[in-house]
């Protein structure tokens, strides 16, 4: 790693299919929005040679941001896979959205990955987000590195950064966290500003130089005022590494003054990295005029083939039969059961639908018949489905290009064309022996928006455009609220919302329009009441005669609806009973008041009457309605709304101004509880019309750090200015129409 040379020609360039899984790395890129991520691959491209210097932008974007809505928005709104080859190595570079409201793409990287690397600006510091994602790489033991971009900045300190990445990324273990190089700096620039812009890497186990400046690669002995920091820097690294050393006698040989040979520390290095127990700090710059390799690039390239792990080394996950029945515990073998998962999936205009996979176990090939099993999120809108497909050709996506490979060996990735039913999240296996995986955790969509055609010609396309839009993006959920009578999608944030808005529009031709969203409410009665439903209509031939007498009392919130018979002497004959209970529920259903339905009431028939001829089902059912109606017009009718119970999660600094908003949103705080470091959960009682934004607003709150769950509790009495002023906007609105 640090006593490599340049790769020679043919050692690099765009990667083809992998003949086996210890020749691939599969490495998420993580990072705050502008670290940094989308150029790194870029730059990582160049220097393996699979795009050139001149036309690596040709088309306005890059290798990785190749959508039209991340060229217009600026910023990367979706994973995307960019395959490189270096000294005989396939290194998948999956580069994630920055942004909070894209991260159910970032989870789908992890999922993908084998490895991490951490993205992080000299000139913006580490995000609290990334840190929360640094949090859940080491539950899981995922290896991971940090690379300090924006040395360029005027700004820019790699000293600083580094002990920051230390403390933040250390937590008790700092020594953990330490720089296998430390930027070159050149003369001071001109304008007097104090800033020497970065010329190339110090190697800290090689005591090398690495001079980019001359356009070239150059290697070289440090000047003679590097060498006290060098030693310094190369005496903690060394010390670091020997720490996760399995040969315990390293340390005692070191401070004994044994000089320990480079190829040792680089092994016991690259072991460590592998291991997930140390986690190197890099630099990278962008190129010198004329150079083809950005500054740190090579270093770079050289830790991700020597030191992160081959698919093998990382376990599987889990598996079982569709039905749920535990599976074997499989292997990264090419050999083995089929088994990959869609990590990804989009669609093309030309192509059509294409789904991103991450082969496990066993091996795909074109043109053959998997079974594709997803279940889990139906209550995403997702059905759950078991149906056998034929996959069509595969291919290795670099930008907006698709090259045929010819297979894709467990522990790769590769884009599988025309797979209609398959979804992101669904298993692919054999038809003779169907698997399901385990599913990878994913955030809840917890910000609503209500939606509706533009025009007709619209409200035709409109389903289908959202089941795709669904189908792709399983941190998005359609809902069809049947009380609001509105189409709701849930997202993760604003810009979420404006991503899926404007893939309708451009990918399936369907404009919406944004309305206000209605939480559904419920109404009660608040007092007793008395009243009768009389439906008769004699004009000539059959009539229609049906009237009930019917008492109508309030019950504790959950109870229900509560139907009583209570009629004696056969005032309502037996068989039209049902009939009257059958349309008081149907009344019920549609409201009395503001038309939301009405709940925790006893409704009991007392008395009515009936005619030998003119009485029928349908007469009773119209009178038990009336009643209801009639009930309702004489006492006050109470609205409710409903209570989520929230579980908010934030940093310990921020529960104070959590509790203080909660409560500022007529929550009721349950209680808090430390769920260890340094992180504290919230749990309030909340009425959802206050926290309909409340995603938006936690993320601003807690500065990025806050996650919050809320499930629903009950519902409760509307305070009366809240319900009176529901009750102004209802009449409005019906005297608009």
């Given amino acids: 790693m640090g006593d490599r040379r340049d790769a020679g020609p043919g050692a690099a360039g765009r990667a083809s299919a992998a003949d086996r899984p210890a020749d691939v790395r599969n490495v998420v890129l993580v990072g705050h929005s502008g670290s940094g991520k989308t150029t790194l691959v870029e730059a990582l491209a160049l220097a393996t040679g699979s795009v050139n210097r001149a036309g690596h932008v040709a088309d306005g974007g890059t290798v990785s941001d190749h959508d039209e809505i991340e060229h217009r928005q600026q910023r990367s709104v979706q994973l995307s896979l960019v395959p490189v080859e270096w000294d005989g190595i396939k290194i998948n570079l999956l580069d994630t959205p920055g942004y909070a409201d894209f991260v159910g793409e970032l989870r789908a990287g992890l999922r993908a990955a084998d490895a991490a690397l951490f993205v992080v600006s000299a000139a913006d510091g580490v995000d609290g987000a990334t840190r929360m994602v640094w ?31 230390r403390q933040v990324f250390g937590g008790d273990s700092p020594e953990s966290v330490l720089p296998l190089y430390l930027p070159l700096h050149g003369p001071e620039s001109p304008g007097g500003d104090g800033h020497r812009p970065v010329t190339g890497l110090i190697g800290l186990l090689a005591q090398r130089i690495y001079d980019y400046c001359s356009g070239d690669r150059e290697e070289g002995t440090p000047a003679p005022d590097d060498v006290p920091v ?112 869609v990590v990804k999936t989009y669609s093309d205009p030309y192509v059509g639908r294409i789904s991103l996979v991450r082969v496990f176990s066993g091996t795909l090939r074109p043109d053959e018949t998997v079974h594709v099993s997803g279940h889990g999120l139906e209550d995403r809108g997702h059905e759950d489905h078991d149906v056998d497909e034929r996959i069509g050709a595969l291919s290795s996506p670099f930008g907006k290009q698709q090259r045929p490979v010819p297979h894709c060996v467990a522990g790769d990735l590769a884009c599988v ?116 439903g009389r439906h008769v209509k004699q004009s000539g031939g059959h009539g229609q005669y049906a009237i009930c007498d019917i008492e109508v009392e309030p019950l504790p919130v959950g109870s229900g609806i509560e139907f009583v018979d209570k009629v004696v002497g056969g005032a309502v004959p037996r068989q039209f009973i049902p009939s009257v209970e059958k349309g008081v529920r149907a009344q019920a259903a549609r409201g009395v008041a503001l038309g939301f339905p009405v709940e925790d009431v006893r409704i009991t028939l007392v008395d009515g009457k009936a005619h030998s001829v003119d009485s029928s089902d349908a007469a009773f059912q119209t009178a038990g309605a009336l009643a209801l109606r009639e009930a309702a017009s004489h006492c006050r009718i109470h609205l409710l709304e409903p209570v989520s119970e929230v579980q908010v999660m934030v940093p310990d600094e921020y529960v104070g101004a959590v509790m203080s908003d909660l409560s500022g949103r007529r929550g009721r705080v349950l209680g808090t509880e430390p769920v260890g470091q340094g992180r504290t959960l919230v749990r309030a009682e909340v009425p959802e019309i206050e926290i309909g934004r409340y995603a938006v607003d936690l993320r601003s709150l807690s500065h990025g750090m806050g996650r919050y769950g809320r499930t629903h509790a009950r519902h409760e009495p509307m305070p009366p200015q809240l319900a009176a002023k529901l009750r102004e906007q209802h009449a409005q609105e019906v005297g608009a129409k």
Wanted: proline share 7%.
């Fill in 135 to 165: 949090d859940e790489c080491a539950a899981v033991g995922m290896p991971r590195a940090v690379v300090i971009t924006h040395l360029e900045s005027a700004r820019a300190s790699f000293e600083e950064m580094t002990e920051t990445c």
């Fill in 230 to 341: 060098i030693d310094e820097a190369r005496g903690r690294l060394i010390e670091g590494i020997i720490a996760e050393s399995e040969d315990e006698t390293l340390m005692d040989r070191y401070l004994g003054g044994e000089e320990l040979d480079l190829k040792t520390l680089v092994q016991d290095l690259e072991r460590a990295v592998a291991r997930g127990s140390f986690h190197p700090v890099l630099a990278a710059a962008p190129a010198a005029e004329g150079c083809t390799q950005g500054i740190g690039t090579v270093e770079l390239l050289e830790l991700i083939t020597g030191g992160f792990p081959t698919p093998p080394e990382r376990e599987v996950p889990r598996v079982s039969t569709p039905q749920g029945a535990p599976h074997d515990q499989l292997t990264c073998d090419p050999d083995g059961p089929l088994a990959a998962e």
């Fill in 417 to 532: 064309a025309k797979l209609s039913r398959a979804e992101t999240g669904d298993t692919l296996s054999s038809k003779d022996d169907p698997l399901l995986m385990e599913p990878w955790l994913m955030p809840d969509p917890l910000l609503p928006v209500a939606i509706q055609a533009h025009s007709k010609a619209d409200e035709d396309k409109l389903s289908v455009g959202l089941s795709r839009l669904v189908a792709e993006d399983p941190t998005m959920r359609l809902e069809q609220n049947p009380d609001t009578n509105q189409v709701v999608l849930w997202c993760l944030g604003e810009a979420h919302v404006d991503v899926a808005l404007e893939r309708l529009r451009t990918r399936y031709g369907v404009q919406v329009d944004s309305i206000p969203h209605k939480v559904a409410l419920r109404e009660t009665f608040g007092e007793k009441a008395t009243a009768r």
